[in-house]
């Protein structure tokens, strides 16, 4: 058994009448077991990206800046 790591990065902009309210790139970064056999390695990856997604937005709904942007 090995490990696996991803990174996953997007960028938020909100504007609200023309104007920027907020404009970051928010990325995080998770390891998970895996293998180096491919066989096992993709799946297990494939499993993880809606985990990473969900790290991301947590990432995202908890900035303070960003709450303050879309009130």
Same mark, same amino acid.
């Given at each position: 058994?090995? $490990?696996?790591? @991803?990174?996953? %990065?997007?960028?938020?902009?909100?504007? #609200?009448?023309?104007?920027?309210?907020?404009?970051?790139?928010?990325?995080?970064?998770?390891?998970?077991?895996? $293998?180096?056999? @491919?066989?096992? %390695?993709?799946?297990?990856?494939?499993? #993880?990206?809606?985990?990473?997604?969900?790290?991301?937005?947590?990432?995202?709904?908890?900035?303070?800046?960003?709450?303050?942007?879309?009130?």
């Amino acid at each position: 058994m090995g $490990s696996a790591s @991803g990174d996953l %990065a997007a960028r938020f902009v909100i504007t #609200r009448g023309g104007q920027t309210r907020y404009d970051q790139v928010k990325s995080i970064h998770d390891e998970w077991d895996s $293998s180096f056999v @491919g066989a096992i %390695a993709i799946p297990r990856a494939q499993e #993880r990206y809606p985990i990473m997604v969900q790290k991301l937005l947590s990432e995202l709904f908890t900035d303070p800046a960003f709450l303050q942007a879309v009130k």
